[in-house]
C-alpha cells in the first residue's frame, strides 16, 4: 500500500554490454516504471540521468542502481555522481531470474529489471560499492596493476629458466643462488651479451666486469667476475651448433619479455609507493610490523577508506578471509577456512604475517602458541593475520598507531607464575 505523501521508492538495474545498455526502472509494489536501452557513450549517461531525474531522483534521495560489474566507465561516472551503485553477481542474478520464468526466457531488458527487482526486494542483503576517495581509487588501480606485473614477471621468469634448461645449466649454476635468480640485472645483463653457454665460455674477466658495472654493481665486481669466468668455463654437455644457435635465438626473445616485465613491476612499485604516501592513512598502516609501503598499499587499495565500508571487525576479517566459517547441519558442524573472499588481500595478508615474525615479539609469540596447539603453518599464519586484521580495523576506525605492548599485552607476573 502505497502512503498518500511520500514518494514511492524507485530501483534502477542496468544490464550492461559492450556498445549498449538496457535499463530498467521499478518503483516499491513491482511495477515497472520504465525501460530503455541507451549507448555506451556520453550520450547514453545523459539519458540515463535524465531517466533517473524523470523519476524522482535527487541529491538527497539519489536512486540506488544495480549493475553486473564493478568496473568500466559506466560505473565510475553513476559513483562520481554519489548514487548508491550495487554489483550483483551475475549468478545471483540468473537464479533470480528463475524465480519469475519456468520458461527459463532471457533477454537484456528481462535482465536489467531482475536486478532492478533485486533490490527492490533485498537491497538489505546486498553491499553498495563503497564510496572511497578518488586517490585510492587511484592506488588500487597501481597496486593491482603491480601485483599483475609481479605475477607475470615470475611467469616470464620460469619461461626463461625453463628454456635455460634445455641447453643452458652454466648461467642456472651461476645464479642458484642469488636472490633474484634470472630476474637479477647482473643474469639479464650477461645474458643478453651471451645467450648461448659458447658465447659465454668466451666471455673474459674484463668483458665480465664490464657488463657486472652495466648492471649496477658497485662493490666485489672482480671477486664476482671471477666466480663467473669459472663457472662458465666448467664442462657442460652441449647442444649442436645449429640448434644452440637457434635455441639462444629464443633466448633473447624470451630475455626481452622478462625484461619488460620486470620494467613494468619496477616502475609501478614507484608509482603506487609514492601514491600511498601521499594518503592520510599511510603513517597508521606502515606502523605495523610487517607492512611497507608497497604491502601496505595493497592493502589500503583492497579496504580502501570508506570508513562504513565494514560495520566491524568480523566483516572485515570475512572479506579478507581470515576469519574461519562454519557449517552446521543436524549433528555436522565444520570449522573450515573462507574460499570466498578477496584473493588480494588474502595473498598480501600471507605475506604481512610471515613478515611480521621477524618484527615483532608478540607476532612470534602467538605464531609459536598456535603451532603448539597443533595448527598447521598456513593454518597459524592466517590466525595471525585475522588478529593483526582486527587491530587494524580498530587503528583505522580511531586513527591509532599500533602499539606492540597493546597488541600483544605481556601476561601479569602472578599469572605468569599460575601458568609456570
Not at 502512503?3 to 511495477?31: N, Q, R, Y
Not at 533490490?119 to 603491480?146: C, F, K, N, Y
Amino acid at each position: 500500500m502505497e502512503i498518500v505523501g511520500l514518494p514511492t521508492p524507485v530501483f534502477c538495474g542496468v544490464d550492461w554490454a559492450e556498445g549498449h545498455h538496457d535499463i530498467a526502472l521499478v518503483e516499491a509494489g513491482g511495477k515497472q516504471l520504465a525501460k530503455v536501452r541507451i549507448s555506451d557513450d556520453a550520450a547514453g549517461f545523459a539519458q540515463l540521468t535524465a531517466l533517473l531525474t524523470e523519476h524522482g531522483d535527487s541529491e538527497d534521495a539519489p536512486i540506488p542502481v544495480a549493475i553486473e560489474t564493478s568496473r568500466g566507465l559506466l560505473v565510475a561516472c553513476l559513483r562520481a555522481t554519489g548514487r548508491p551503485v550495487f554489483a550483483i553477481n551475475p549468478p545471483a542474478v540468473a537464479r533470480y531470474r528463475d524465480r519469475h520464468s519456468v520458461a527459463r526466457k532471457k533477454s537484456d531488458a528481462v535482465d536489467a529489471a531482475a536486478l532492478a527487482n533485486i533490490l527492490r526486494t533485498d537491497m538489505a542483503a546486498h553491499r553498495p560499492l563503497p564510496a572511497d576517495s578518488e586517490l585510492v581509487q587511484a592506488i588500487a588501480v597501481l597496486a593491482r596493476a603491480q601485483q599483475d606485473a609481479v605475477w607475470a614477471r615470475g611467469q616470464a621468469q620460469n619461461k626463461l629458466r625453463s628454456q635455460l634448461r634445455e641447453f643452458y645449466p652454466a648461467i642456472l649454476d651461476a645464479y642458484a643462488q642469488h636472490k633474484h635468480g634470472l630476474c637479477s640485472r647482473e643474469a639479464r645483463s650477461i645474458l643478453a651479451a651471451a645467450p648461448t653457454p659458447t658465447m659465454a665460455a668466451k666471455l673474459t674477466r674484463r668483458r665480465l666486469q664490464s657488463l657486472l658495472k652495466q648492471a649496477g654493481r658497485v662493490r666485489g665486481i672482480q671477486t664476482e667476475a671471477e666466480r663467473l669466468h669459472e663457472v662458465f668455463k666448467r664442462e657442460y654437455l652441449h647442444q649442436l651448433p645449429q640448434v644452440e644457435t637457434a635455441l639462444g635465438h629464443q633466448t633473447s626473445a624470451l630475455l626481452r619479455q622478462l625484461n619488460t616485465a620486470c620494467d613494468n613491476a619496477e616502475q609501478l612499485e614507484e608509482a603506487v609507493t609514492q601514491a600511498f604516501a601521499e594518503h592520510h592513512d599511510a603513517p597508521i598502516i606502515r606502523s605495523f610490523p610487517g607492512l611497507a609501503s608497497l604491502t601496505g598499499a595493497r592493502i589500503l587499495a583492497e579496504i580502501g577508506d570508506d570508513r562504513t565500508r565494514f560495520a566491524n571487525a568480523r566483516s572485515l576479517k570475512a572479506y579478507a578471509g581470515s576469519a574461519p566459517v562454519t557449517r552446521s547441519s543436524g549433528k555436522s558442524c565444520m570449522v573450515m577456512s573462507r574460499r570466498i573472499k578477496n584473493q588480494r588481500l588474502a595473498a598480501v595478508g600471507y605475506v604481512w604475517a610471515f613478515v611480521s615474525l621477524t618484527r615483532s615479539p608478540g607476532a612470534r609469540a602467538h605464531y609459536d602458541r598456535r603451532r603448539a596447539a597443533g595448527d598447521r603453518h598456513v593454518a597459524a599464519q592466517r590466525n595471525l593475520f585475522n588478529r593483526f586484521m582486527g587491530m587494524l580495523f580498530y587503528c583505522l576506525q580511531n586513527g591509532h598507531i599500533y602499539d606492540e605492548a597493546i597488541a600483544f599485552p605481556q601476561p601479569s607476573p602472578e599469572l605468569a607464575a599460575a601458568a609456570a
